[in-house]
């Protein structure tokens, strides 16, 4: 099956730093790519939509110039998390949309922040 | 407003212990209701995609079905690698693409040996 790769899985950094973490889908082109956070014992919450050559788009409540997101290519989207505080320790889960034949959409293994 | 509630929050089974995991939902339109699976510290994982009422799906130990309200995540005979959180998610007629997904709290399963 189509596989997202997500890196890194863990990064632990000091409160003001930025972190950027990749997401690749690795055998399938991805115009589109999502971008979720997930708190303990929490849903998985939609970030951003990535496209491809163009502006992500936000979900209410998030800051766009806090969560940098870049889809640079097909195969490949990254968010940034800029002067990250310890409020921004959280799961960071990517996805990637297949449009081959019927819609599907592939997780990446996801991140675990933690800002000290 | 689209809603997607799962129950119980965490369920304990003995190895070969068959139940059922709970999903209502609530959405103006359903285009599908999925189920993943989670293992800790890992992303969710595909298992079914159900589009209407009276579908059933099955793999291995796991069989999903559909109603108008909820679905159901039945496990026949679980053994401890079936130990996970499994996460419900709709996909609203009105939402988009699949990345739009709203998604349940999930249920944690513990099966032990």
């Known amino acids: 099956g189509a596989v997202v790769s997500q890196h890194p899985s863990w990064v632990i950094c000091k409160s003001g730093t930025s972190v950027k973490i990749e997401c690749r889908s690795l055998d399938f082109q991805a115009t589109t790519m999502f971008w979720y956070r997930q708190f303990p014992k929490q849903s998985l919450m939609l970030m951003a939509t990535s496209n491809e050559g163009s502006k992500a788009t936000y979900e209410q409540g998030v800051e766009k110039d806090k969560f940098l997101i870049n889809h640079a290519s097909l195969t490949l989207s990254t968010l940034t998390v800029t002067s990250a505080h310890p409020e921004d320790s959280s799961f960071y889960i990517c996805s990637a949309l297949s449009m081959g034949g019927r819609e599907k959409l592939f997780f990446g293994s996801g991140t675990q922040l933690s800002v000290l | 407003e689209d809603q997607v509630t799962q129950s119980p929050e965490a369920l304990r089974l003995q190895e070969g212990e068959s139940s059922s995991l709970n999903c209502s939902y609530t959405?103006?339109?359903?285009?599908?209701l999925f189920w993943y699976r989670q293992d800790p510290g890992k992303g969710p994982e595909f298992l079914f995609t159900l589009y209407s009422a009276g579908e059933e799906k099955e793999k291995e130990r796991l069989k999903a079905t559909l109603t108008k309200k909820e679905s159901f995540l039945h496990i026949t005979a679980p053994k401890p690698e079936d130990s996970a959180t499994y996460l419900c998610a709709v996909q609203d007629v009105h939402g988009g693409s699949q990345g739009n997904l709203i998604f349940g709290k999930g249920t944690k399963l513990s099966v032990k040996p």
């Open positions: 959405v103006s339109g359903l285009r599908g």
